[in-house]
């Protein structure tokens, strides 16, 4: 499997005339070579590929690369790592570099260009993200399998939903579960945003107290065994006036429509314009104000996006989230979002918690 991973790299490489490519993402280091750790600088030619790290991670890197059975070398580096690295490139007789300019930050670009002055360093889209994309079994297996967990651990939070009870109680409640079951950590801060504060996208938990008749959104996610999850559910604390079961409706038919005609061969474009247009067409433009979904995998944000500016063509075996929502300034919100699996012919739902509007 890495071993394949790192053929496709090559091929990029080829595509590009790249002498060789870098990278420093903790991600993309992990997808090519099975290392965890937190520190290092993988280096690829035709030919060869090394990971450059420090003593603390040595002993490591050879296990866990030796277990991806990728053909890998682990060379450590001191404090100066350059100096290891610009050996190795003279070695190699390296003349041009590839680096993936979107994970490079410009003090180090600048420390690069001074210490490797006889390389020629050519910025990169990230190489690895864009293969990335695209899951395999067992990665599509490892997303099922955090998004199993997020489902089971929303369902335990409902009986707790209540007006008096706080946005935190809830989350706090989210990670406990979690976390007791194995997960790594959490995708990204967990969202309980009840009332007008549902109005808010990204409206982390807060102290707020529910009230008797608050929309609730919720959006959570995990990482578990290095894959991410990301769902979001909206509920009412109490009985749901008509207004907000027309707006969960909406939302909810928009993303039925999605779920219905996504497929391989779309753009992200075009699966944005299905959520999009029915959700304006209801009378309710200028309240979706972000994209429809991202991609899902090591990252909870990565490739690709469903947005109305992504041409991204969509592959079978992408993960993406599907997310549609109605966003209301000093009124509320909801948002109803699923992982999904891009297949030939229509998509695969990861999760399994039911969307029907709960009245807790």
């Known amino acids: 499997m890495f071993q394949n991973r790192l053929e496709k790299l090559r091929q990029l490489l080829q595509k590009q005339s790249l002498d060789a490519y ?64 610009v050996q190795w490139l003279q070695q190699q007789s390296i003349q041009e570099l590839g680096f993936d300019s979107s994970n490079t ?45 997020t489902d089971e651990a929303f369902q335990s939070v409902l009986g707790m939903i209540r007006p008096g009870i706080r946005e935190i109680e809830i989350a706090l409640a989210l990670e406990f579960y979690v976390k007791k079951r194995g997960a790594q950590q959490l995708a990204f801060d967990i969202i309980v945003a009840s009332g007008k504060r549902s109005a ?25 065994n290095g894959y991410c999850s990301d769902m979001t559910r909206t509920v009412v604390a109490g009985k749901a006036s008509n207004r907000q079961k027309e707006i969960y409706q909406t939302v909810l038919t928009a993303q039925q429509l999605v779920l219905d005609n996504i497929k391989a061969g779309m753009t992200g474009k075009n699966v944005d314009e299905i959520a999009r247009n029915y959700i304006y067409q209801n009378g309710y433009r200028g309240y979706f104000g972000h994209g429809l979904g991202h991609g899902l995998g090591q990252e909870v944000h990565e490739g690709p996006r469903l947005s109305p500016t992504s041409d991204t063509i969509l592959i079978p075996g992408m993960v993406v989230t599907v997310e549609p ?12 979002e699923d992982d999904v699996v891009i297949e030939n012919n229509g998509c695969m739902i990861l999760n399994s918690t039911p969307k029907h509007l709960l009245e807790l």
């Open 325 to 336: 929502g109605i966003y209301i300034p000093n009124f509320g919100g909801v948002r109803i």
């Open 200 to 224: 808010l996208p990204h409206g982390v938990a807060t102290n707020k107290m529910i009230e008797p008749g608050d929309f609730i959104t919720i959006d959570f996610g995990i990482k578990l």
């Open 22 to 85: 870098i990278t420093t993402k903790q991600e993309n280091r992990q997808y090519i070579s099975n290392f965890t750790g937190t520190s290092g600088y993988l280096l690829v030619t035709a030919n060869d590929a090394v990971l450059f790290t420090d003593s603390r991670y040595m002993e490591q890197a050879k296990e866990q690369i030796n277990k991806g059975g990728v053909s890998i070398r682990v060379i450590e580096h001191d404090s100066l790592y350059w100096k290891t690295i």
């Open 105 to 149: 930050t410009f003090d180090t670009y600048t420390l690069w260009k001074e210490q490797w002055n006889n390389i020629d360093l050519k910025p990169t889209n990230d190489l690895i993200a864009i293969l990335r994309m695209v899951k395999d079994a067992s990665e599509i297996s490892g997303i099922k399998q955090a998004t199993q967990l």
